[in-house]
């Protein structure tokens, strides 16, 4: 009882006064206890091969991204991901984790072949790009698709030149 009551009187003298610690104003943890927020490492510099081009980029990459079959999604989403940066990454990442385990997909044999029809500047937008595709979506061995004419696609992409001459995909958005 007695050590309660110690330890209550020397945390009520004590206060909610912080610990003082001995940390240099521009540190961290300075910034931390300023904004309330502790910043992150900053990200390693993302790499990638280059195209010549931003359109022979893009028309890489679409091409990869609309011609696969089950098996091949996977590995395909994964290639794309290494040969771009940023957003599109990301989704080529996330796009190959949901598909390696879509049971569906790998059952039902589905694939998908297209070609592009065109790549655009998108007007007012710098680096960015309106590219249509044309695919058609069949399976072996489910009939969901049977009978489907192929669609028309719209994505918008956008371009980042790494080094003079390296045009790398940034950004990939389908559209519909």
Known sequence: ???????????????????????????????????HEYPSPRAPAQTAS????????????????????APTLPGRLRALAADSIGQARSAMQLAAAQTESDYELQRGGVANSGT???????AGHRNEYV????????????????????????TVATVTELSPGAWVVSGWQPEG
């Open 131 to 154: 590219v249509v595709t044309r695919e058609l979506t069949s399976a072996t061995n489910t009939t969901a698709y049977q009978g489907l004419r192929p669609a028309w696609h719209i």
């Open 116 to 122: 592009v029809e065109a790549i655009a500047p998108r």
């Open 1 to 35: 009882m007695r050590r309660t009551l110690l330890l209550c009187a020397t945390l009520t003298l004590a206060g909610c006064a912080p610990l003082a610690i001995d940390t240099p104003k521009n540190s961290r943890l300075a910034q931390a206890a300023t904004t």
């Open 50 to 69: 280059g195209a010549a081009s931003p359109g022979a980029a893009i028309s890489t990459f679409a091409e990869s991204y609309i011609n696969w079959t």
